[in-house]
Every structure is written in C-alpha cells, then in structure tokens.
C-alpha cells in the first residue's frame, strides 16, 4: 500500500514553468514505476510521463523536451518538472504508482491543479 500526495501546481503564464512533486508513503518507493497523468475539463485522464524503477522515462508526444520526469528515491518524490507552458496544458495534474512494469496503477494521489493563462 502506498499513498501519494501532489503538490506544486498553481498559475503560470504561457511560456513559464512550474515544477509539480508527488511524496509516496511506504518503504519500496523504489520499487515503484511512477507515473503522472492529468485531465482536463470535459476530457478523459490522459497519459503524461512514467519513470520506471530504474530511471527509464517515457513521455506522451504533447510533453516530449517540455517536461522533464525524475524521481529521488531517498526522499520518496517524484517531480514532474514542466517547462514552455502552453494554455492546453492547463488540468489536474495526478500522481500514480504501480509496482508491476506494465498494467494499471492501483495508486493515485488527489491531483494538483495547473492553469496556463495565455
């Protein structure tokens, strides 16, 4: 079991940056592939960036060499570092863990609200 809770979100003009932070509860942090996704009003979850227990990061195409995924496994937090904001960007920013390498993530955090004003 493992509990998640976002923070970092808030307000940003277009072009700037923000850098979201998601702390995990528990022991086998490290064992965890990490994943962030978001949802917009009126739209489906969508997908953002995972980091798998290793360090290896995947990104949806929207995001790629904007956002920049890392994890310290010493303070249990993964980051979602989000640079070249654009108005679409704006949702509810969610954290997730799963300890398998492929499936669902059974583990979410109440999500963080991201504005991009254009």
């Known amino acids: 079991q493992v509990q998640l809770v976002e923070s970092g979100g808030g307000l940003v003009q277009a072009g700037g940056s923000l850098r979201l932070s998601c702390a995990a509860s528990?022991?086998?942090?490290?064992?965890?592939?990490m994943g962030w996704f978001r949802q917009a009003p009126g739209k489906e979850r969508e997908f953002v960036a995972r980091?798998?227990?290793?360090?290896?990061?995947y990104y949806t195409d929207s995001v790629k060499g904007r956002f920049t995924i890392s994890r310290d496994n010493a303070k249990n937090t993964v980051y979602l570092q989000m640079n070249s904001l654009k108005p679409e960007d704006t949702a509810v920013y969610y954290c997730?863990?799963?300890?398998?390498?492929?499936?669902?993530?059974?583990?979410w955090g109440q999500g963080t609200q991201v504005t991009v004003s254009s």
């Open positions: 528990g022991r086998t942090f490290s064992s965890y592939v």
């Open positions: 997730a863990a799963r300890l398998k390498d492929t499936g669902s993530y059974p583990y």
């Open positions: 980091i798998s227990s290793g360090g290896n990061a």
